[in-house]
């Protein structure tokens, strides 16, 4: 680590392609973006805009037909593209941790709690299957579970969502990652639980200091937790800045549409609810052109036949030439 | 889990119930009636009437059944007068023979099969996954007679490795000579292993998709870590079910082997019953083998309760 | 199949499904199309059909008139599979007795599903003590050996081929009639069964025109291993000496026959007969496994 200023994660033109049966697909085309310690970006979007493939390129588990094609992944410095296998298995689970969002099938249904939750220890810090244990009861205290020495014994399926999402969250965070990765983890849960755990995560990041990574689809997650946020459409990176500022002075069209989306207490009635018309792109025949140009009330033919560059001033930029302007 | 095995438990008797009732339906269809079947073709009118009264064949059916069952429950299993013995002494004599040469080769079977299907579903769709898929189908699809006379010539008649023969006498004679055990056991357990192979491979594929796969790869776990302390024990949980529901096809494969090998079993028993028409062996051996799959499917969901921790655990319905 | 998250080997929905979207048929047809080895067995069983079939009308033989002064000869070019043991010639046999043999099966699976898809799903449907009563009948058939009951049967009949399709296909609809109840059982919580009901659609209906379509990919799947059990089972059964008596054909009789002679070297009995059961077995499982992929590719994206 060089100095406070370094980044725990810098990602620079990140390009992932998946090969589906057909055709190939372009699932991340080109995204830069960078970690600082203790921060927590928000990275987000809708179903299929490639957010999570991201979440699984980190950490090199993209699934079968996945490929990384070009683009550099820097984890406190160090490369991670290219590594082979054996040296990626040592930073999975120790220098970045994951969550997932389906807590139930993400843990395995005949292995006990505390076997799952120390398993990280054993593997990179080779603790004995004791210390693990005693450990793993004191990360299950972390994350908030009532009666952590009961439940090491336990199974996933006697335990509820939440509880086991704390799990997910403990086992993720056993070896004190310096990033954490969290996908959806809340999509999956009720309203009064997400809140739970969305607590529990800020708490857990200031208390460790770490930063995370918030993949998520849903604005308001990412309002309340993020202190940047990341836009994300068909595999471009659309606006990036402070989660303040992109709230307040949107500038995209597509993070302008998203936010109206958003049904609001305050909306009338008889006011019919916005939604943003048309499909996203086919990413296995893109085109050069702003990608959300399609769908965009404020399009013009130039839009279509150059991509946008980045605009904007250092903290918060965008790829539109049609932004929104202040007070619009 | 008390729960899912009491269930069990009383479904088995009810199955149970229902083979018995089988068997007696069989025992009542056969052709010219059951005293001519029994006493056969030259039986005088005076003894098949000496013998309908006997045995009740007079009543009603469903108390003829009830007493036929009655005496099951005590162990008569009628009597064979081809043979001149009891059915009961006949199969007290080769249950037991039979039960070692079916458990030894499920046993065999399942200690080839569960590491081949593994290692196949780990190497999916490269060269050793084909080759032993290739040859676990040509076993599969091959008679199961055939099989056996392949084996017998090679090893029995041309290399002069292993009898032709299995060995005669009681169970002690029997193990006394595990030579002649190799032949008809390798029989029955190659077919089982092909079939049980391709079970494990699809049940570890399956598991190999699932998403706790995904979260351990992510904690860093290498991929032997990953096959051995998390997909295995997965994958095997339904094994133990399937060879539960495999013991009607173990005992077919006893059959067929033991006629080959002169192997002194039921399946060999049931075999000459059948020739001769001795219908009280027949549905003697029929009734304890349908009794013998039922507790040992019976046997394997109980297996499979203590071994799948969401069954042993949980009081709701699995 | 459980509900998989995004990081399936088809990607994340949205972008990728809208990409071309294929009808389930069609995408169970290419990914069963995609399977050279079920494409090739597909092909080889149309060959046997054909062999089976239009063979005897091709190469003519005399198939009822044995002729003892032409026993056991090797092939030559009057006899390309040489002669059996009663004179018969061996390859015109073959062709008739696969006609035997592949009738008995196709005609005992044909039974077996139909039966078997009905009681299913009757029994899945209804619930409760209904399918109880009928799923522990199917057990306790099921606790009996086929071959057991087979022998029983054949002791005390002589079977024909249409005895034996009755009997075989009596025995085999039994995993179907489970496999369905099973699929029915899942599909009536569906919420366009539950519409039907509410429109006031009876269970017939119901069952009929809207569960069992729903369940063909596994029956399909099913029937065709049922095919190659078949002709396995009924070759044990003409091998115990208690199949379909001569002049009628089948491979197994043939097979087990010939095998009396493997001392003598008569190999033209035994390999002809073994080999096209082997090869048709084979060829209906990779079938069936084949189908069972397709399907399930089909699962996935449901």
């Known amino acids: 680590m060089t100095g406070a200023g370094a980044s725990v994660l810098e990602v620079d033109e990140l390009r992932v392609e998946i090969r589906l049966r057909r055709s190939t697909v372009r699932a991340v085309d080109g995204v830069s973006f960078s970690i600082a310690p203790g921060e927590t970006v928000g990275l987000v979007g809708e179903s299929g805009c490639g957010k999570s493939t991201i979440g699984l390129s980190l950490l090199g588990l993209l699934p079968a037909g996945g490929r990384l094609v070009a683009g550099s992944i820097r984890l406190s410095g160090r490369e991670l593209t290219g590594l082979p296998e054996e040296e990626l298995q040592e930073v999975r689970g120790d220098r970045i941790g994951i969550v997932f969002q389906d807590p139930l099938t993400s843990l395995n249904p005949t292995m006990t709690i505390g076997d799952q939750v120390g398993e990280p220890l054993r593997i990179h810090r080779g603790a004995s299957a004791r210390a693990a244990r005693s450990r793993a009861a004191e990360l299950?205290?972390?994350?908030?579970?009532?009666?952590?020495?009961?439940?090491?014994?336990?199974?996933?399926?006697?335990?509820?969502?939440?509880?086991?999402?704390?799990?997910?969250?403990?086992?993720?965070?056993?070896?004190?990652?310096?990033?954490?990765?969290?996908?959806?983890?809340?999509?999956?849960?009720?309203?009064?639980?997400?809140?739970?755990?969305?607590?529990?995560?800020?708490?857990?990041?200031?208390?460790?200091?770490?930063?995370?990574?918030?993949?998520?689809?849903?604005?308001?997650?990412?309002?309340?937790?993020?202190?940047?946020?990341?836009?994300?459409?068909?595999?471009?990176?659309?606006?990036?800045?402070?989660?303040?500022?992109?709230?307040?002075?949107?500038?995209?069209?597509?993070?302008?549409?998203?936010?109206?989306?958003?049904?609001?207490?305050?909306t009338s009635r008889t006011e019919a609810l916005h939604s943003i018309p048309g499909q996203p792109p086919d990413l296995a025949r893109p085109f050069g052109g702003c990608r959300f140009a399609p769908r965009c009330a404020f399009a013009t033919g130039e839009c279509l036949t150059a991509p946008p560059p980045f605009s904007g001033a250092a903290g918060h930029v965008f790829t539109c030439i049609h932004p929104v302007e202040d007070g619009a | 889990m008390t729960g899912y095995i009491a269930r069990r438990a009383v479904q088995a008797v009810v199955v149970l119930l229902l083979v018995t009732v089988i068997v007696f339906v069989m025992l009542h269809a056969l052709p010219g009636g059951t005293a001519r079947a029994v006493l056969g073709e030259r039986a005088t009118n005076v003894a098949i009437a000496q013998f309908e009264k006997q045995n009740g064949f007079d009543q009603p059916l469903p108390v003829q059944y009830w007493r036929w069952?009655?005496?099951?429950?005590?162990?008569?299993?009628?009597?064979?007068?081809?043979?001149?013995?009891?059915?009961?002494?006949?199969?007290?004599?080769?249950?037991?023979?039979?039960?070692?040469?079916?458990g030894v080769s499920v046993l065999l079977a399942l200690l080839v099969a569960i590491p081949l299907g593994f290692v196949q579903a780990l190497r999916r769709n490269r060269l050793i996954d084909y080759v032993l898929t290739g040859g676990a189908f040509l076993f599969y699809s091959t008679p199961a007679f055939w099989l056996a006379l392949v084996l017998v010539t090679l090893f029995a008649i041309r290399f002069r490795i292993f009898p032709a023969q299995a060995p005669q006498g009681s169970i002690g004679q029997i193990l006394a000579d595990p030579a002649g055990l190799v032949l008809p056991v390798l029989t029955i357990a190659l077919v089982s292993i092909a079939f049980f192979s391709r079970y494990v491979r699809s049940s570890t594929l399956e598991n190999l998709m699932q998403d706790y796969v995904r979260t351990a790869r992510a904690k860093g776990a290498s991929t032997m870590r990953v096959a051995f302390r998390h997909v295995l024990r997965n994958a095997l949980v339904p094994v133990v079910t399937l060879v539960g529901l495999s013991l009607p096809f173990v005992f077919a494969g006893t059959l067929i082997s033991e006629e080959i090998f002169n192997y002194p079993g039921t399946g060999l028993l049931f075999y000459n019953a059948a020739v001769a028409r001795d219908y009280p062996v027949l549905l003697g051996v029929t009734l304890v083998v349908g009794v013998a799959t039922v507790m040992g499917s019976l046997l394997a969901d109980i297996c499979y309760a203590l071994l799948d921790p969401r069954v042993r655990l949980t009081r709701e319905r699995p | 199949m459980t509900a998989q998250t995004h990081a399936t080997e088809l990607g994340p929905a949205g972008a990728y499904e809208l990409a071309a979207p294929e009808g389930p048929l069609k995408l169970a047809l290419d990914v069963f199309a995609e399977n050279r080895l079920a494409l090739a067995s597909t092909a080889t069983f149309f060959v046997i059909l054909l062999f089976c079939f239009i063979g005897p009308l091709v190469y003519r033989t005399d198939q009822v008139h044995t002729n003892i002064a032409q026993t056991?000869?090797?092939?030559?070019?009057?006899?390309?599979?040489?002669?059996?043991?009663?004179?018969?010639?061996e390859l015109g046999r073959l062709m008739i007795g696969g006609q035997t043999s592949l009738e008995v099966a196709l005609g005992a699976a044909a039974v077996a599903v139909l039966v078997g898809v009905l009681w299913g799903a009757v029994a899945g449907y209804f619930g409760g003590v209904v399918d109880a009563a009928m799923m522990r009948v199917v057990d306790a058939i099921l606790a009996i050996p086929a071959l057991f009951l087979l022998l029983f049967v054949a002791a005390v009949t002589t079977p024909s081929v249409a005895t034996l399709i009755a009997v075989v296909g009596l025995i085999a609809w039994l995993v179907p009639a489970?496999?369905?109840?099973?699929?029915?059982?899942?599909?009536?919580?569906?919420?366009?069964?539950q519409a039907v009901r509410v429109m006031g659609g009876s269970p017939l209906r119901i069952i009929l025109r809207h569960i069992v379509p729903n369940t063909i990919g596994t029956v399909l799947v099913n029937a065709t291993f049922q095919v190659a059990d078949a002709i396995l089972v009924v070759a044990a059964l003409s091998f115990l000496g208690l199949g379909i008596p001569p002049p009628a054909a089948n491979w197994g009789g043939m097979l087990s026959n010939g095998l009396n002679y493997s001392y003598a070297g008569y190999w033209w009995l035994i390999y002809p007969p073994g080999i096209v059961i082997v090869v048709t077995v084979v060829c209906f499982n990779f079938i069936g496994d084949a189908l069972r992929?397709?399907?399930e590719v089909r699962l996935r994206r449901r």
């Open chain 1, 140 to 266: 299950l205290e972390l994350v908030g579970l009532p009666g952590p020495s009961r439940q090491l014994d336990r199974y996933p399926h006697e335990l509820s969502g939440g509880m086991r999402q704390r799990v997910s969250l403990a086992t993720a965070l056993a070896c004190a990652p310096a990033l954490l990765v969290a996908d959806e983890p809340t999509t999956a849960l009720d309203v009064t639980t997400q809140d739970q755990i969305l607590e529990l995560l800020a708490q857990l990041k200031s208390e460790l200091g770490m930063a995370v990574l918030l993949i998520t689809h849903d604005m308001g997650v990412v309002a309340g937790q993020a202190d940047r946020v990341l836009v994300m459409y068909a595999g471009q990176l659309v606006e990036a800045g402070s989660t303040d500022h992109v709230f307040s002075h949107t500038r995209h069209r597509y993070t302008q549409a998203l936010l109206e989306s958003i049904p609001r207490l305050t």
């Open chain 2, 69 to 102: 069952l009655d005496r099951v429950l005590h162990g008569d299993l009628g009597f064979s007068y081809k043979q001149n013995e009891s059915v009961s002494e006949l199969l007290a004599e080769r249950l037991p023979k039979t039960m070692l040469l079916a």
């Open chain 3, 72 to 89: 056991t000869r090797p092939p030559s070019a009057a006899h390309w599979l040489g002669t059996d043991d009663v004179g018969y010639d």
């Open chain 3, 178 to 193: 489970r496999l369905v109840r099973g699929e029915t059982l899942s599909l009536r919580t569906r919420e366009y069964v």
């Open chain 3, 293 to 295: 992929d397709a399907f």
